[in-house]
């Protein structure tokens, strides 16, 4: 009897060895691969799913070794990335922390709100119908991560939360005497310096025009809000603007009305914001393109004119 139970012991060692060096010799897998774990699955359903990826060899020995390692109720759902050759012991504990892929999605700067909405419709790795309408100029360009599957409503509050926490920032540690009252004036103001040029170092001068135009009471006279007027936002020009256009009658044409528009034209970025707090300080009231995609800037109207003068030459 005694003999019995030491063949039984050795047995049980030997398995428990094998056993050991399964769980942490190199995996089946041989090439790097994505794997979906669903909400709500046990063990049992995972190692299928890991097995049906060629994570695992067996899905018997998985369940084993979970149990093994206490892991049976922390496995955590989402999606998972395995390298090749992941040992069942890396593979067990990479569930077990819940080490997620996390994937991308951009909202770049100076789009409109529809714009972005129909980016963020379009990401095929997102989940469910848009139900929040955000106003323009209430989402924060920026890079988000998100789970496989996380909702496109989740990226959306993301976004406005972001906004809300960098317009209030922004706000608190603004230049003294600027012309506009509140933080929702000073995102209509980002936005159209947002609009006006794509150079970093030129938006601080860009805002000084703006800043300084509206000091003197002179119209903005920006073509970006006129185009604002002719789209509402939703669609893309697609066309040169037109000296008629200039006639639209629209609260955002700044060539027929003075003062700010009355929302913003785009979701500005956090320099267009920061520019529009703290503008340069200059005399300038007037810019116009160089061709090389910057502008000159002028303090006087003869200044400008020939500013525009050297423009037209050289288109």
Partial sequence: MKKFSLVILAAAILTGLY?????????????????QIPRGAGTAAAAQKLSESGVISSPVLFRLAVRAYRQDKNLKAGEYEFLPHAAMVDVIAKLAAGDVVYRRLTLPEGLTTWQMLEIIANEPLLSGEITLLPKEGELLPETYSFERGDS??????QAM?????????AWENRAANLPYQTPEQMIVMASIIEKETGVPEERGLVASVFVNRLIKGMRLQT??????????????????????????????NTYKYYGLPPA????????????????????YLYFV???SGGHNFAASLNEHNKNVSVYRRKN
């Fill in 161 to 169: 939360a972001a906004m809300e926490q960098i317009k209030l920032r």
């Fill in 152 to 157: 496109r409503d989740k990226i959306i509050r």
């Fill in 223 to 252: 073509d970006p809000t006129v185009i604002y007027a002719l789209t509402k936002g939703e669609q893309v020009l697609g066309r040169p603007l037109y000296k008629k256009d200039l006639e639209i009658d629209s609260p955002y």
């Fill in 289 to 291: 393109a160089d061709g």
């Fill in 264 to 283: 913003p034209i785009c979701n500005p970025g956090k320099a267009s914001i920061e520019a529009a707090v703290n503008p340069e300080v200059s005399s």
């Fill in 19 to 35: 056993l050991r060096q399964q769980i942490l010799a190199p995996g089946p897998l041989k090439e790097k691969v994505f794997v």
